[in-house]
Nanobody, 125 residues
Framework: VQLQASGGGLVQAGGSVGLSCVASGLDMRRYTMAWFRQYPGKDREFVSAIRYSGGTPRYADSVQGRFTASRDVAKNTVYLQMNNLKPEDTAVYFC???????????????????WGQGTQVTVSS
């Protein structure tokens, strides 16, 4: 399994940026796909997740209403559209995948077996 994230960069506060994560070696219909972010010196923080069955994505409270996660099963790609960005959204963003993570643990980064390389998002004030 390989996850290749792209997107990100430098954006002004209030702006938007989109991230993509292409997965290979897995069937997205059998994996929960998630986005996490990491601040320097901190553990990875849950951002969003889409369960293998699809349906409504789950979001962290801090991004609810501003970020939108989606997936394209045919392209084996997950997306994270980030709008109304704030300086506190500045972080390295990772996509992750796991086949067995249960709903109650979906926000726990330690439950995910597969990770992309991370992409930096910097929001200037």
């Amino acid at each position: 399994v390989q996850l290749q994230a792209s997107g990100g960069g430098l954006v002004q506060a209030g702006g938007s940026v989109g991230l993509s994560c292409v997965a290979s070696g897995l069937d997205m219909r059998r994996y929960t796909m998630a986005w996490f972010r990491q601040y320097p010196g901190k553990d990875r923080e849950f951002v969003s997740a889409i369960r293998y069955s699809g349906g409504t994505p789950r979001y962290a409270d801090s991004v609810q209403g501003r970020f939108t996660a989606s997936r394209d099963v045919a392209k084996n790609t997950v997306y994270l559209q980030m709008n109304n960005l704030k300086p506190e959204d500045t972080a390295v963003y990772f996509c992750a995948a796991d086949r067995q993570v249960i709903v109650s643990q979906i926000r726990n980064w330690e439950q995910y077996d597969y990770w992309g390389q991370g992409t930096q998002v910097t929001v200037s004030s």
